[in-house]
């Protein structure tokens, strides 16, 4: 086949555009990312290798090899792993084929630290070798097929694949060599002492041999030992950060470290870590976990989606089990029991360190920020640690800035209230300006404020916290008569007459119809002239709202209308209700209070036009 040029998805070209240009000060971390890519190759090798041994072709000892050639200014990455057919060169160099990528580059702000500092948090892998090389070559053999085939770019936008040299030393052995011809002024990462040094550095813990061949002679540049494996007594900081790093493919600082063994009935070793950061495929919607499984320090997959809930996709590292077969498949592993027993332990021991983690507010704030919205998954679907979840679990108010736990809400309830409320919305400010909540500010009720998707849902599983039932803000609120108000000494507002109110109330059930489920006199509102109420059995409003966005609901609810005896306009339409030809006279101002309501709710009209014709007559009567 002869060679072809082809065009990177546009997504790479920007990254390439970006890391090719941008002055970055750690540029030795390519060689990171290039002998993370090697080792994870070798380690798909040895997992294939389990049910097809003639894919290791004679050659088992798995290793990563660096050689330098001075003269020509090039420095080679090789390894004798899984290698990559054809198409996979195409699929793995020319695209990125991550969710987030979108939301990734959106951030993107043309400032070059910024940049770098945010695509350090995405992790470029391969792309990261054109910070020092103006031209790439890789060659590249898959293990069981006999055609290697060679892969090249400057990073200018495209890049040439085609069949690789077969002829004497050119034949190809498994796995793939990448061929970096540097930059000028990059010729420190043709030094030995220069390679020495960022091997040790960062890729120390590197589970295979990263060998340095100089003048003929070869010699392993790390330990080549498990870091999981070791006692945590002899592994420093800043080697648990590198680990990290290599594990994640990931550029920010780990926000918790869990290293951990445990022996008896179940026998494995684990080094989790808590990314700093939000990974960019944090809400992909497969929802997958991102562990390594390891059998006895064997790669075995980094696709276990059992090892631990989705609700901890968050988790990056490696888990090494001792009591798994090492020819177990993956889907040997969806239903096996230990399996199951380690997923347990695992979300135990993250569970009791998040709790211990807790006590640092400010700290545990940023996780929370990061991932709180995807822990609260499991407030919905996971009955078995839903109490340690809610303990955890942090959220907006409308009494204050910062985060609050269901404990802090508890133990600052007022006298009378028998209930946690919260209100769903898209955002805590808008929520907090919300007519629904002007009872519960007038009482000095704090209402915790819901804003992820996933709130809500978790509420219609959990019912109460502490003997404390849950309830809607947006549901009626007669049970906030018994809360003892903190302006009760205050000589009450000015209201409308009850047998004004009736009729008002009246002719506005009679005027509105279907389009309400009732008309009442309002509990919560005192500056807002009306608002919308759920009933106890109803869906939440937010909640229908956003089924009707996600197609899963055709129809809008009909809602209960409050109005405010104590304000304005209110008791000026109340004195009209009594006057003669009320019904004709009240029966625009009657649908532009419901729309009115609906507005702030971020409800739809039902009929836009007629709202607009409404308000028109209702501007000019004002004018007349």
Not at 9 to 37: C, G, M, P
Not at 55 to 67: A, F, I, M, R, Y
Not at 425 to 437: E, F, I, K, T, Y
């Amino acid at each position: 086949m002869t060679e072809q040029t082809m065009h990177f998805q546009a997504e790479v070209t920007r990254l390439l555009h970006i890391v090719t240009h941008a002055l970055y000060s750690q540029k030795e971390i390519f060689l990171r990312e290039l002998i993370s890519n090697a080792s994870d190759a070798c380690d798909k090798l040895r997992f294939a290798a389990q049910t097809d041994d003639a894919l290791w072709e004679g050659d088992s000892e798995l290793k990563v090899t660096l050689s330098v050639d001075k003269a020509g200014r090039r420095l080679t990455i090789a390894d004798n792993g899984i290698g990559m057919s054809r198409e996979e060169l195409i699929a793995n160099l020319g695209t990125i084929a991550r969710s987030g990528t979108g939301e990734f580059l959106a951030g993107l702000t043309g400032d070059s630290a910024k940049d770098m500092a945010l695509i350090g948090q995405f992790g470029v892998g391969f792309y990261s070798a054109f910070m020092v090389a103006g031209k790439v070559e890789v060659i590249s053999r898959k293990a069981g097929e006999t055609q290697a085939w060679h892969w090249e770019s400057d990073g200018s936008g495209q890049f040439i694949v085609g069949e690789a040299e077969q002829a004497g030393e050119e034949k190809r052995l498994r796995g793939t060599t990448i061929i970096l011809h540097l930059r000028d002024g990059e010729d420190e990462f043709l030094e030995p002492e220069r390679l020495r040094r960022i091997v040790k550095t960062y890729s120390d813990h590197v589970a295979l041999p990263v060998m340095l061949q100089d003048d003929g002679k070869s010699e392993v540049l790390n330990s080549a030992s498990a870091l999981w494996a070791r006692p945590k007594s002899e592994i420093s900081e800043q080697q648990y950060k590198d680990f990290y790093h290599h594990v994640a493919h990931a550029f920010d600082e780990p926000w918790l470290t869990l290293h951990a063994r445990a022996e008896g009935k179940l026998d494995y070793a684990l080094l989790l870590f808590v990314p700093g950061s939000r990974p960019h495929d944090l809400f992909d919607p497969a929802r997958r976990p991102q562990l390594k499984l390891y059998v006895r320090r064997v790669f075995i997959t980094d696709r276990c989606d059992d090892l631990v809930p989705a609700w901890l996709r968050f988790l990056r590292g490696v888990v090494d089990s001792a009591d798994l077969p090492l020819n177990v498949s993956r889907e040997l592993l969806q239903n096996n029991p230990i399996v199951a027993r380690i997923r347990q332990a695992i979300t135990r021991r993250v569970l009791t360190e998040l709790e211990k983690k807790a006590k640092d507010g400010e700290s545990y704030a940023k996780f929370w920020e990061n991932f709180g919205a995807v822990l609260k998954e499991g407030l919905y679907e996971d009955r078995d640690h839903r109490d340690a979840l809610l303990k955890l679990a942090r959220f907006r108010s409308s009494m204050h800035d910062g985060w609050v736990s269901l404990d802090d809400y508890v133990a600052a309830m007022k006298e009378g209230q028998t209930a946690i409320y919260v209100i769903n919305g898209d955002q805590a400010d808008q929520l907090r300006r919300s007519p629904q909540l002007e009872g519960f500010r007038s009482k000095g009720v704090e209402v915790l404020l819901l804003t992820d998707p996933v709130d809500d849902f978790w509420p219609s599983m959990v019912h109460e916290y502490a003997g404390k039932p849950i309830r809607s803000a947006t549901r009626t609120a007669d049970d906030l008569d018994a809360v003892k108000s903190e302006t009760e000494d205050k000589a009450p507002e000015d209201k409308v007459e009850g047998a004004a109110l009736g009729t008002l109330i009246a002719l506005l059930k009679q005027t509105l119809g279907d389009a309400v489920k009732d008309v009442r006199e309002s509990k919560r509102l005192t500056d807002s002239a009306v608002c919308l109420a759920a009933a106890a059995g109803d869906m939440d409003m937010h909640l229908e709202r956003l089924l009707r966005m996600h197609q899963k609901l055709d129809h809008v609810s009909a809602r209960i209308l409050e109005i405010n005896p104590s304000h304005p306009l209110i008791k000026a339409l109340a004195t009209r209700a009594t006057q003669p030809g009320a019904a004709d006279a009240l029966a625009d101002a009657a649908f532009l209070l419901l729309d009115q309501a609906r507005l702030v709710e971020g409800e739809p009209l039902s009929d836009p036009q007629a709202f607009a014709a409404r308000l028109a007559r209702a501007m000019e009567k004002g004018l007349a």
